[in-house]
């Protein structure tokens, strides 16, 4: 679990308690992280004594469902994501599976990988479309709250990585296919 994980996890909690469940599923939406990797932050949230556990409850749907625990930041959590927040941010490089796949590769592995290139491209096209359908407010608009501002952000950062992203498979793929072209076929 990365520390970028367990501060999403500290933030949304902090933004508002809730079941483990309702906290993973807006670490997925906002964030796109999930999964157990959003309990284990949990765990290591209350074992820091960042987060505290409000013990079971009933489901809110029912109260013969099964009890559920509920997260509450504690002050030492919310001060931890203060200073979080305060502190320097460093960029750390992202590093994607296909860019892997290439670092290990021989020419027997470019065709497929220059597929692989163009196929990821298209995938990222499609995300970008979605991202941009429905029309972004104007951040210059006096009554943008700072919810609305905070997605048109977030929205902004993923297409400008998308966007980053296409332009370099497109750039490998062309580099590989040269490469390829140039590369004596086996006998």
């Known amino acids: 679990m990365g520390l970028r994980q367990r501060h999403v996890v500290l933030g949304l909690v902090v933004e508002r308690s809730g079941y483990g469940y309702q906290i993973s599923q807006q670490a997925r939406d906002r964030f796109a992280m999930g999964g157990t990797g959003v309990y284990q932050a949990l765990d290591k949230l209350v074992e820091q004594r960042q987060v505290k556990l409000l013990g079971p409850r009933s489901g809110p749907d029912s109260p013969r469902a099964a009890p559920r625990t509920m997260y509450e930041a504690t002050d030492e959590g919310r001060q931890a994501l203060h200073d979080w927040i305060m502190g320097s941010s460093v960029f750390a490089w992202p590093r994607q599976e296909l860019d892997v796949k290439l670092s290990f590769s021989t020419p027997l592995h470019w065709p497929r990988l220059i597929q692989q290139l163009r196929d990821q491209a298209l995938y ?24 609305e501002a905070d997605e048109i952000l977030q929205r902004k950062a993923k297409v400008a990585a998308l966007e980053g992203r296409i332009e370099w498979c497109h750039h490998a793929a062309e580099m590989l296919e040269g490469l390829l072209a140039r590369t004596p076929k086996p006998v």
């Not at 359908?133 to 943008?144: A, F, G, I, M, Y």
């Open 124 to 147: 990222c096209l499609g995300e970008v479309r979605d991202l941009t359908k429905p029309p972004l407010v104007d951040h210059r608009d006096p009554s943008v709250t700072w919810p």
